[in-house]
């Protein structure tokens, strides 16, 4: 039988529809375009050609299978290809970070709706990928966002997409370093762009810093923020057991893991964040779909005003925001 780009993807998508996969068609595809360096435009065009006999086509296929066979076994698609789009971003991925996720978006364009035209200075907890961070920077044009997680592999992640996707011309400082206990790893990433007048107008500072929420960030008081932003962890401990694998076995548990209720760290910010929020300052937390009260209840407890619950785009709540007293 001849070897086409069509019995490839029929031959990809059998073995991942074996695994279980639900999407194994999609799947396949997504994996051959990779595998291929090519696109849907190309392979409708040339799907039933006897695929050429060189070597780089060979490797093609090799990578190709190799990847399929990944799947199987449950490795999430986006670990895989290493990347995942997020705000019209493409944002880098590997098992040490949470995939970015659609219902995310709706933190971030909240965010971003209500902050247009402002330059809020922003901190993001438990960044992983540095996802909402960084398209928050990109997207709302501000100048001082703060990346922090406990996890130094989720930072180094961070930190790529943040030198990938800040554009103009960047300065990273070296803040400190990993293996000094005393001091956290910690950068800043300053992008310039050139040629303005005004040398402050164009400037964008990314600072990320390694932190158990805000263990790492100034206790004096000194450094506050317009907005904290977060996404933590917020699965129920029992539950985690109950998700598909790719999201089980496969995505950190560190970002998952939410605890006996799935609320140990909303109780935590709700009583840490007031210290480090300006007079009037707001937080946004993605929470999980039935959270919204609870974690409402929380802000309020804590003195949180205006207290509101957004929902995502199925209609499930997703985000809380709070404000504190001005
Ligand atoms: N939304 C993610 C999921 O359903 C969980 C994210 C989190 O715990 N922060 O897998």
């Known amino acids: ?33 990779e595998a291929f360096q090519t696109d849907m435009v190309h392979f409708l065009m040339h799907r039933n050609e006897e695929v050429k006999d060189e070597d780089s086509v060979k490797r093609a296929v090799a990578d190709y299978r190799r990847m399929i066979e990944k799947r199987s076994e449950r490795i999430p698609l986006q670990q895989i ?3 995942r789009e997020f705000m019209g971003l493409e944002f880098s991925v590997n098992e ?22 402002k330059n809020p200075e922003v901190l993001d907890l438990c960044t992983g990928s540095g996802c909402i961070g960084i398209s928050l920077s990109i997207l709302g044009g501000w100048q001082e966002v703060t990346l922090a997680d406990i996890s130094l592999k989720a930072l180094l992640v961070a930190k790529k997409n943040a030198e990938d996707l800040m554009t103009a011309k960047l300065h990273p400082i070296r803040l400190s370093s990993e293996g000094q206990e005393e001091s956290p790893w910690r950068w800043r990433l300053t992008s310039e762009l050139p040629g303005l007048e005004d040398k402050t107008a164009g400037v964008q500072n990314i600072t990320l810093v390694e932190s158990d929420l805000f263990s790492s960030l100034s206790g004096d008081g000194k450094q506050k923020f317009d907005v904290i932003v977060s996404n ?5 401990t029992n539950v985690i057991e109950e998700l598909e694998p790719e999201v089980r076995d496969h995505e950190p548990r560190l970002a998952l893991d939410g ?27 993605e929470i999980g779909y039935d959270q919204g ?11 949180f005003q205006n207290v509101l619950v957004y929902q995502d785009a199925p209609g499930l709540d997703r985000v809380v925001k709070g404000t504190a007293a001005s």
């Open 96 to 117: 040490h970070v949470l995939i970015p996720r659609q219902d995310t978006e709706t933190l971030v364009e909240q965010v971003l709706k209500d902050f247009q035209g």
């Open 293 to 303: 009260q609870a974690v409402s209840g929380l802000l309020r407890e804590a003195g």
């Open 232 to 236: 933590p962890p917020y699965i129920p």
């Open 259 to 285: 605890m006996e209720d799935g609320l140990y760290f909303y109780r935590r910010l709700a009583e840490e964040c007031g210290s480090y929020l300006k007079p009037g300052g707001t937080v946004y937390f």
């Open 81 to 83: 290809t290493g990347s």
């Open 1 to 33: 039988m001849k070897l086409t780009l069509q019995t490839l993807w029929e031959e990809g998508a059998e073995s991942l529809r074996r695994s279980g996969i639900g999407e194994a068609e999609l799947d396949a595809k997504y994996l051959l375009f």
